[in-house]
């Protein structure tokens, strides 16, 4: 399996891949990850320009660590093709699949990314694959999207399309987007991959943005697509554990495994009624510590 399938990623900001100006530093703010798009940011007669510009972006241009993803143009388009070639030939950690509908979508994008890696020279399954769920039937067939390839790391819902699928529009409440986003995520968890949240557009709301994100957190979600570096701080601020959560998961880890090797089962930490059903969560909390930098312990 690929080492990054894995990888932190509280969130991944979009990026028009024809606009030098846009995609040749965008790691200075620390997303951590970047969608390079050639699908709805780049007009249609801009399609070969935008490859251009993604090409030598990622062959010439150090993104110090923040993961390139690429998102192509859907598959009922004549570009998704070419877009693989170039953007597995330039280098990309991964490929956007836009309204993905079903599994065989995303078969099909992994048959085309397995060729272009032979074609290329990249070593295989180097190039990982996220399906982005846009429509009312995406969400239904969640599940089989998730399991559909080992490529796959994570699901996304892309809000806007969703909604004027279902006959109605973002509010900035989240009650439009409650029943897919959920559905998404006990896909996601059920399959064992991520699951990432739509983009917050009013970029004049933050409050509303920040409550956004508090509530995905609680949801579930493993982080959130973005479209502004304002938004970023918040989000890690939201998704990195807290000194106080960190302490906690500690002392879950260490008790639990010391109450087991005496036999038993439900004890007290800090107050709270707690058995061995509280262990994965705390260390996933201490994995997620880990990978954001801010752990200084021991476990």
Known sequence: MNPNKKRL????????????????DPYIYKPDSIMLDLEDAVAENQKDAARFSLYHALQEIDYRGVERVV?????????????????????????????????????????????AEKEFGRPRDSVLIMAAI??????????????ASERLFGIALSGGDYTKDLQTHITGTGIELMGA???????????????????????????????????????????????????????????????????FAEKVVKEIDSKKAQGIGVFTVDGKMIDIAFYDGAKRTIELAKASGVYKGDL
Request: hydrophobic share 40%; with cysteine; proline share 4%.
């Open 181 to 247: 986003r959920q559905n998404l995520v006990i896909a996601a968890r059920a399959a064992g991959i991520q699951c990432f949240d739509t983009v917050y557009t009013d970029l004049n709301n933050m409050d509303g943005f920040r409550q956004d994100v508090q509530n995905i957190h609680l949801m579930g979600f493993d982080g959130k697509s973005i479209i502004n570096p304002r938004q970023i701080n918040i989000v890690h601020e939201i998704f990195t554990p807290s000194e106080k959560d960190i302490i």
């Open 134 to 147: 846009e429509s009312a039937r995406g969400v239904m067939k969640a599940l089989e999207i998730c399991e």
């Open 71 to 115: 998102r192509i143009n859907a598959l009922d388009t004549p570009y998704w093709r070419e877009d693989i070639r170039c953007a597995v030939a330039g280098g990309c950690d991964a490929i956007r699949i836009p309204k993905t509908e079903c599994a065989n979508d995303v078969k099909i994008v992994e048959s085309a990314v397995e060729y």
């Open 9 to 24: 990623r509280r969130t991944m900001m979009f990026l028009n891949a024809q606009k030098p100006g846009l995609i040749k």
